[in-house]
């Protein structure tokens, strides 16, 4: 009965299902007492309830192992609930400590839905630390054992998956078209736990591009079916349960929207709800991956540099806690717009803002990058520097028209007018596979034989974020050596883009 509430999405008649079941315990074998306290702990954990959620299943693998339970199924699943646990709250180590156990015992009990639970939980964490090799590499496998098992139910989980993934590195046309099969699939399926998500991410794309009434369309759906409308304060008398992996992306879409469509305040209002949902609940990740870099964003637009400031050093603490790629890097843009804007002083502003630029591009984040780089070219002019800076400039117009991001683009084009330099096309060249704008340099650099430290020396980074960036630019690009990256450059005729 627990079980079959929790699949409909009602989480707080599991719960009861489950601890009822507790209570009728007392004669139960120690496997039934795992199961249910592992039932219970995930009930609790999508009611956002994460610290209760956690005791339940450690105390669920410490009853396994007091009773000896040896059953490698039951183990798999511990071990992935803790996954996930630790993936929103850190450390982010520790949930990929559990979800290899997760996997070994989904393989050791020849079951492929255990091991297609362990590789999803474990693309997601990819995701939240900035690993998109990783992500990649384990939607993968998702996607092989939901074949196998013919499911039509689970790529629907990894597919919303996928379309952050596809999102985050700039597939925006690949991730858009997912978005709207996945949506579509799950509103067959009656998947409303799915959603609100699916909604959030599609629109977000949308947003990026311009198309900010479908956007904020698809937002409003998201945060009907989250609930948004009849929540409350998380604790007041009012409150209703909250689904925190769908509640806490609805804030973020409409503050998104409210941003860039000229509200900041709203867009801090928004998001500071949401922040104040996902921290109540203990989902960290959340807040320092979504709801942080918008929140913050707005109130620096507001000219809120207090508020602003207040955010920002919030984000750093956490991410340098949990050792996040997406957080660490928009801290340092945060604060390089802070030393801009707030104390006139571009010269400190430029390292931050490279800073942030060159971590978000090996990560690779080309969208948020090209943002940056766009501000970074600006701070460049302003001190004089107009060389550098019209170089940043069209790094980043390069980026943007590759994505469609039309809103981003047409505030570059008039820049470059207004910096006394012409736009070039607004389409980039076809040949290019996707790369970013600093890729496309290091892929010429390599072209004319110049190594990893003539390369760095030349862009002011290190030899080992030039090795970074060729990972990227091979995998994008389906080369494996330097000779056939320089082939490739030539036969594309590209070295003199």
């Known amino acids: ?20 079941g507790q209570a009728a ?13 592992l039932a219970k702990g995930i009930a609790l954990q999508d009611l956002g309830k994460l610290q209760q959620a956690q005791n339940e299943v450690e105390a669920a693998l410490a009853s396994a192992a007091a009773g000896g339970v040896q059953n490698d199924a039951l183990l798999s699943r511990a071990h992935r609930a803790l996954l996930l646990m630790y993936a ?10 559990h979800g290899t156990r997760a996997l070994a015992h989904g393989q050791a009990a020849g079951q492929r839905m255990l091991e297609w639970t362990a590789h999803w939980g474990l693309a997601l964490l990819a995701g939240v630390s900035g690993d998109a090799p ?27 998956v996928a379309v952050q993934y596809r999102m985050g590195i700039g597939e925006w046309d690949t991730a858009l078209a997912l978005g709207e099969r996945t949506i579509a699939a799950a509103k067959a399926l009656n ?37 948004g409308d009849k929540t409350g304060s998380l604790n007041g008398a009012d409150a209703r349960p909250l689904d925190i992996p769908s509640i806490v992306p609805a804030h973020h879409g409409l ?16 998001g500071e709800a949401g922040l104040e949902i996902a921290d109540s609940s203990g989902y960290i990740v959340w807040s320092l991956q979504w709801l942080l870099p918008v929140v913050g964003e707005a109130a620096l637009v507001a000219r809120d540099f207090d508020r602003a400031a207040r955010h920002c050093t919030r984000m750093r603490v956490d991410a340098e806690r949990l050792g996040h790629r997406l957080g660490l890097a928009q801290a340092d843009a945060c604060d390089g717009l802070l030393a801009w804007f707030r104390d006139g002083d571009p010269h400190r502003a430029i390292p931050l803002l490279r800073s942030g630029a060159e971590q978000l591009e090996a990560i690779p984040f080309p969208p948020q990058a090209a943002r940056i780089r766009r501000r970074l070219a600006g701070a460049l002019l302003e001190i004089g520097q107009p060389e550098e800076g019209r170089r940043e400039l069209k790094r980043a117009h ?14 570059t084009r008039e820049e470059m007018r207004e910096r006394g330099v012409r ?28 190594s990893n430290k003539e390369i760095g020396g030349a862009l002011q980074i290190s030899s080992r974020t030039v090795s970074t960036h060729l990972s990227n630019i091979f995998t994008k690009l389906s080369v494996t050596s330097r000779g056939e990256l320089a082939d490739f450059v030539r036969q594309k005729g590209l070295l003199d883009g």
């Open 1 to 20: 009965m627990g079980l079959a509430c929790y699949w409909s999405g009602r989480f707080t008649d599991a719960l009861s299902h489950y601890q009822a």
């Open 25 to 37: 315990a007392d004669a139960a074998s120690p496997e039934t007492v795992v199961r249910l306290r």
């Open 88 to 97: 929103w709250t850190g450390p982010l180590a520790l949930a990929g400590e």
């Open 134 to 160: 990783r992500v990649a590499e384990h939607i993968a496998e998702s996607d092989r054992l939901a074949d196998e098992m013919q499911s039509p139910l689970l790529p629907l989980w990894s597919g919303e």
């Open 191 to 227: 998947q409303r736990v799915l959603l609100p998500r699916l909604y959030v991410w599609t629109g977000l794309i949308y947003l990026w591009r311009g198309a900010t009434v479908k956007a904020k369309e698809y937002f409003d759906l998201g945060w009907k079916l989250a609930g």
């Open 255 to 270: 503050a998104a929207y409210y941003l860039a469509t000229g509200n900041p305040a709203e867009a801090v209002r928004i």
């Open 398 to 411: 390069d980026v943007l028209a590759r994505l469609g991001a039309a809103d981003e683009l047409t505030g």
């Open 423 to 450: 736009p070039p096309p607004k389409t980039v060249t076809a040949g290019a596979g996707g790369l970013t704008g600093r890729e496309m340099e290091i892929a010429r650099m390599v072209a004319t034989r110049k």
